[in-house]
């Protein structure tokens, strides 16, 4: 029997495929909604679809997902378990950053994606993802460290799997985030129920 959940979660997907709320719909090759399950409680938010994400459908398949792979296997997570998804669900042109009005444009389905799933914590992975939570903000200041928003939310920023391939200082950093997180999941019991917040209440940046 299919969980409500999973129900829930390919209907956004849907919405998602057939959105044309920014112009990033025109260039990709098609949307990538997301991947995994609600049964950990954990939501990872990266930045953007890359090459492989856009021909496949599905994120974190590319280089930096093999990486991904690799941390979640080496702290005992299994990928099917966990959420994944991206700030923008259209990969931007020749894998440049998303506009903020891109990212605004797609806000709408990240708040989405937290009324279906109600994660536990929220691992943001590079800085375009953590500024969604934390604007101004310097992942090189405070990733690694659980924090909360003013609305409750858990937030546990790392860097992005991608940044530390073209940057080898940073895969010792990554895998030490990566650590902290299975330290911080082990030593921090889930809530018995997650509170029922009304999307329109999460407010978040856009």
Same mark, same amino acid.
């Given at each position: 029997?299919?969980?409500?959940?999973?129900?829930?979660?390919?209907?956004?997907?849907?919405?998602?495929?057939a959105?044309?709320?920014?112009? %990033?719909?025109?260039?990709?090759?098609?949307?990538?909604?997301g991947? =995994?399950?609600?049964?950990? /409680?954990? *939501? $990872?938010? &990266? @930045?953007?679809?890359?090459?492989?994400?856009?021909?496949q459908?599905?994120?974190?398949?590319?280089?930096?997902?093999?990486?991904?792979?690799?941390?979640?296997?080496?702290?005992?997570?299994?990928?099917?378990?966990?959420?994944?998804?991206?700030?923008?669900?259209?990969?931007?042109?020749?894998?440049?950053?998303?506009?903020?009005?891109?990212?605004?444009?797609?806000?709408?389905?990240?708040?989405?994606? %937290?009324?279906?799933l109600?994660?536990?914590?929220?691992?943001?992975? =590079?800085?375009?993802?953590? /500024?969604? *939570? $934390?604007? &101004? @903000?310097s992942?090189?200041?405070?990733?690694?460290?659980?924090?909360?928003?003013?609305?409750?939310?858990?937030?546990?920023?790392?860097?992005?799997?991608?940044?530390?391939?073209?940057?080898?200082?940073?895969?010792?950093?990554?895998?030490?985030?990566?650590?902290?997180?299975?330290?911080?999941?082990?030593?921090?019991?889930?809530?018995?129920?997650?509170?029922?917040?009304p999307?329109?209440?999460?407010? %978040?940046?856009?």
């Open positions: 029997m299919q969980d409500a959940h999973d129900i829930d979660l390919r209907l956004v997907a849907d919405e998602i495929r959105c044309t709320a920014c112009p %990033l719909h025109r260039s990709a090759r098609q949307a990538v909604p991947d =995994g399950s609600a049964d950990s /409680g954990i *939501f $990872f938010l &990266g @930045e953007a679809p890359g090459y492989h994400e856009d021909l459908g599905k994120p974190f398949v590319g280089a930096a997902g093999q990486f991904l792979d690799e941390l979640l296997a080496g702290i005992g997570l299994d990928r099917r378990k966990v959420f994944i998804t991206n700030v923008v669900r259209h990969r931007p042109p020749e894998n440049r950053d998303p506009l903020p009005e891109e990212i605004s444009a797609c806000h709408m389905w990240l708040l989405r994606h %937290l009324e279906v109600q994660p536990r914590v929220i691992v943001t992975l =590079g800085r375009h993802a953590m /500024g969604k *939570f $934390f604007p &101004g @903000e992942i090189s200041r405070i990733h690694g460290k659980p924090r909360k928003t003013a609305d409750g939310l858990l937030i546990f920023p790392v860097y992005h799997p991608a940044a530390a391939l073209h940057q080898p200082a940073l895969r010792d950093a990554l895998h030490a985030d990566f650590a902290a997180l299975a330290l911080f999941l082990a030593t921090t019991p889930p809530t018995k129920e997650p509170e029922e917040k999307v329109e209440q999460i407010t %978040l940046f856009g």
